[in-house]
T-cell receptor, first 117, second 113 residues
Framework: GAVVSQHPSWVICKSGTSVKIECRSL??????MFWYRQFPKQSLMLMAT?????????EQGVEKDKFLINHASLTLSTLTVTSAHPEDSSFYIC?????????????FGQGTRLTVV | AQSVTQPDIHITVSEGASLELRCNYS??????LFWYVQSPGQGLQLLLK??????LVQGIKGFEAEFKRSQSSFNLRKPSVHWSDAAEYFC???????????FGKGTSLLVTP
């Protein structure tokens, strides 16, 4: 089946620094990718929809200047948490659905555990 | 607007007992429905999916789910639970591949000896 790879799986950074998370679709071209945030013991909250070659679409309440999304190629989307603060600590998961298949499940990356100290 | 409700936050079952996790959805068109499982600190693994056709779908690890349009439900079942099934289970609904899935809040499954 299709595979989505996310890197890194965990990262610790200092408050005020920026962190980049990569999401790659390994065996299909993902024109659209999705970024979720998950708080402990909670569900996945959609942050934004990443569109190849165009601006991302952010969900209400998500700061687009803090969470920069770049989808420069059909197989790679990146999420950059800028000027990270402890409240940004969370589990971030990317997802992609194969556009070549109209009916398809979402494939998820392994997730990235971000800890801001 | 689409939404998913998982009424049970936690469920505890004995190993070997049967399991049913409830999921109700609200969706304006014919829904695509999914069940995912998540182990701690991990991504999500697809258990099964429903797009059309037979309303009883079989998934991996012995799981099955039944789509009931009249009840707007897509409950997950397993006849005999194993200790390794302890995890977080998410029901999700979505449209075609251009759209993100909408997740329920999840049900945490605990399996006792």
């Amino acid at each position: 089946g299709a595979v989505v790879s996310q890197h890194p799986s965990w990262v610790i950074c200092k408050s005020g620094t920026s962190v980049k998370i990569e999401c790659r679709s390994l065996d299909f071209q993902a024109t659209t990718m999705f970024w979720y945030r998950q708080f402990p013991k909670q569900s996945l909250m959609l942050m934004a929809t990443s569109n190849e070659g165009s601006k991302a679409t952010y969900e209400q309440g998500v700061e687009k200047d803090k969470f920069l999304i770049n989808h420069a190629s059909l197989t790679l989307s990146t999420l950059t948490v800028t000027s990270a603060h402890p409240e940004d600590s969370s589990f971030y998961i990317c997802s992609a659905r194969d556009p070549g298949r109209l009916t398809t499940e979402a494939f998820f990356g392994q997730g990235t555990r971000l800890t801001v100290v | 607007a689409q939404s998913v409700t998982q009424p049970d936050i936690h469920i505890t079952v004995s190993e070997g007992a049967s399991l049913e996790l409830r999921c109700n959805y609200s969706y304006g068109a014919t829904p695509y429905l999914f069940w995912y499982v998540q182990s701690p600190g991990q991504g999500l693994q697809l258990l099964l999916k429903y797009f059309s056709g037979d309303t009883l779908v079989q998934g991996i690890k012995g799981f099955e789910a039944e789509f009931k349009r009249s009840q707007s439900s897509f409950n997950l079942r397993k006849p005999s639970v194993h200790w390794s099934d302890a995890a977080e289970y998410f029901c999700a609904v979505g449209g075609n591949s251009g759209y993100a899935l909408n997740f329920g809040k999840g049900t945490s499954l605990l399996v006792t000896p």
